[in-house]
């Protein structure tokens, strides 16, 4: 089973009230050496995040971000005149779920260039938070751990095939794997799903197949194992 957000996540969250004044929120940012934190209002519901971008908005000015012809975000300046965190907090929150996948974790902060990600459950409480250091984690995976893995999830469980037929090994998260198998379209779906696999870092092909026959008789050529 792939890991979740709430294998990593770290459930002792920092997070600061809307009315978090300027200056204490500098304050713990530095004592903690926390770049960003979850805000929340008095019944301790999530309704954003505020981040050192946000703060910095203030060092730059609301007069000098009234006068740019095109801002990177939309309240930058009414962000440089705020003074507690629900002014200056960026909202809505981007959350993801306990349960939700950590490829489906570093696919979001990918797409909208976050580092970290506030983690809520069903009933949109804050449970934990969620970072791309986080996210990594899964690559510290023991390399005989990810052979165990290929061999018995996805060569035997996947693709119902003898794991004995293979030759697999994994050397700092990078797996080779050679052997035969069925045809090219079989090849290509392994060596795919070995990439997805948790912790692998990369996948070396030495698979081969028997060469197809068309129908006019032409003879395709044998794939040609990667290097």
Do not use: C, N
Not at 16 to 44: N, W
Not at 116 to 123: G, Q
Request: proline residues 5%.
């Amino acid at each position: 089973m792939s890991s979740r957000v709430e294998d990593v996540m770290t459930k002792d969250v920092v997070s600061v009230r809307v009315t978090a004044e300027y200056k204490v929120i500098i304050a713990v940012m530095r004592e903690l050496h926390i770049s960003a934190f979850p805000v929340l209002d008095s019944a301790d519901h999530l309704v954003g995040v505020v981040s050192e971008a946000d703060l910095l908005l203030k060092q730059v000015g609301p007069d000098v971000l009234a006068g740019h012809l095109i801002s990177s975000g939309e309240g930058e300046g009414a962000k440089a005149s705020g003074v507690t965190a629900g002014q200056l907090m960026t909202k809505p929150p981007l959350t993801i779920g306990p349960d939700d996948s950590l490829s489906h974790a570093a696919r979001l902060m990918h797409d909208r260039r976050v580092k970290r990600l506030p983690v809520v459950d069903d009933a949109g409480e804050l449970v934990g938070i969620v970072s791309r250091v986080d996210v990594l984690s899964v690559f510290d995976r023991p390399d005989a751990e990810i052979r165990d893995a290929v061999t018995e999830k996805v060569i035997a469980g996947g693709f119902a095939l003898d794991p004995s037929a293979f030759d697999v090994t994994v050397r700092s998260g990078i797996v080779t794997i050679a052997g035969q198998v069925a045809s090219h379209s079989v090849a290509i779906r392994l060596i795919d799903m070995l990439r997805h696999a948790e912790g692998v870092v990369g996948v070396r092909d030495r698979l081969d197949f028997p060469r197809a026959v068309q129908a006019d008789g032409a003879v395709l050529p044998r794939r040609r194992p990667s290097r």
